[in-house]
């Protein structure tokens, strides 16, 4: 059922598929996440639900290879199906009309932030989108998000690509030269912590998807939980976007390297 139409390579590591699954694709809402499994007795991976086609019955998964089982996943070709595909879950992203949103992703958290982008601009609002990433190779979906920005600025490490900087380079500049409403970021937990600090030294409301340190994907793992305005949260059953301000992030990051 779960048939891989498509198959395309972002880079090295980075594989974009388009699944057959018509149920998820009619019901997905933009920050939805699903459950994958390739193979029998295979590990469950959350993945965020990058794009859906209603009408064609597919939903778009990017899939970065850092282990055994997204090695797996990111080996499959047209044709081959993957085991199982449960969603959608997680809670939907907040999309309202609030003026000017600068939407900000990092590497792979591009794939999340794309849904975003395009509920927030059908919604009303400016968006313009930062994109960053090390390299110009790791720079994913930008023919994707153009269409549905008002701008699109490029930030690389190295400067390869756009210009020269770190994201929080590119949010900065906008936050300086116009009035934002709102500011959602996903990518690297250092990436957005140091996002979050920069909105809160402006007083921009900012959002952040954590959907990086999910294992089961359903609460009852507890490897997910962090702290939030104090109170412990689960990401895959209370977000996975959360208030950035309100996030522990240097909770999240020592629990993030423990797994090394």
């Not at 048939?3 to 390579?9: P, Q, V």
């Not at 449960?86 to 958290?109: D, E, F, K, M």
């Amino acid at each position: 059922m779960f048939t891989i139409l498509e198959k395309e390579h972002f880079s090295e590591n980075v594989v974009k598929l388009i699944v057959e699954a018509p149920q998820i694709a009619r019901s997905r809402r933009p920050g939805h996440f699903v459950i994958v499994r390739c193979g029998e007795g295979g590990e469950r991976i959350p993945l965020t639900i990058a794009d859906a086609d209603p009408v064609r019955g597919t939903i778009m998964l990017v899939v970065q290879q850092v282990g055994v089982s997204t090695c797996k996943i990111c080996a499959l070709e047209p044709g081959d199906s993957l085991t199982d595909v449960v969603g959608p879950l997680g809670q939907a992203t907040h999309i309202g009309h609030v003026g000017t949103v600068v939407c900000c992703g990092g590497g792979v958290g591009v794939a999340p932030l794309l849904p975003i982008i395009k509920a927030m601009k059908q919604a009303g609002n400016r968006v313009v989108t930062v994109l960053a990433a090390r390299t110009r190779e790791l720079v994913i979906l930008e023919d994707q998000v153009a269409p549905w920005s008002d701008e699109v600025i490029v930030m690389t490490d190295d400067g390869s690509y756009g210009r020269k900087g770190l994201v929080t380079d590119g949010v900065e500049d906008v936050i300086r030269r116009e009035k934002v409403d709102q500011v959602v970021t996903i990518g690297p937990a250092v990436m957005m912590k140091f996002v979050a600090k920069l909105t809160e030294r402006y007083g921009v409301p900012t959002m952040c998807s954590l959907n990086t340190i999910m294992v089961d994907g359903t609460g009852m793992c507890g490897a997910c939980r962090v702290t939030v305005g104090g109170r412990t949260r689960f990401v895959c059953v209370d977000g996975p976007e959360f208030d950035a301000h309100q996030v522990d992030f240097d909770e999240m990051l020592m629990r993030l390297r423990s797994y090394n």
